[in-house]
């Protein structure tokens, strides 16, 4: 995979499936057990009606994205900045995606600074936002 | 708890070991195949936090009391890699918080910290929550 290094570069994004089975997964991984994400009686009762996926999980895929495009430095300056603007619903295919908005020089260290995304089958963005990876 | 909360609240310290096994869960659920390649035995940054947040909305009784809750933002900054197994202590503030017509808003700042002292990550949480 090709660095990512100058504005308008895209980043090598993916797709993935939320299922239920993973929104169980996570949480138990997560130590988030809100029924929101598990308890489908509940969360009828919600604004959402319905389930709905753990917004740090598309967070996850962000992640995921940004250490596998910048593997050598992430874990050391790697910063994300992002809204969760819509709910993720078990069983959807998102799409996860970023590209390069500018190149920025701190304290003589190159930073990709990227704008992310996370979207749903419908076009809605799932979350949205930032992210900062160096360029060591 | 809820209506008692008060900007410059402190929560923690929360102290957290996350041993591979666990590590490895959290990259199965999320689908992350090729993890072992780029985080060779570092925790990911975001499973320290959701841990840490985990325990911050069970202090304030939002899953016992099943409260509709939100999450609307995260940032989060690493600054050093934390190997599988090593203790970390996290140390939470509420930055903001705010009644709108019922709806609570809060800011949660948190620090993570290695047994040196060194910060390792840094985060901020907005939690909307409709008691």
Redesign the interface.
Known sequence: MTTPRKKGDNLTGFR?IVTQE?VT??A?????????HLDAD?AST??FGQRIA????S???V??MI??NY?TA???????????TSPVIPGEEVEVSGSVKRIRTVDDREFAECEVSVTRPNGEKALS?SASAPLD | MLENLKAGQQFGPYRIALDESVSDAYLAATGDGDASNRFQDAVHPLQLDAYVLSQLIAELGIVEDRIETVHAGQQMTVHRPVSSGTEITASALLKSFSNRRGTLWAIFETEFANADGETVAESSSTIIMMP
């Open positions: 993935r993973r997964a996570y138990h991984a997560s130590g988030d057990h809100n029924p929101i509940f919600t604004r753990h917004g740090m999980l967070l996850a895929f992640w995921e250490a596998a593997p992430w874990h050391r300056g790697a910063m994300v900045k992002t809204r969760f936002g």
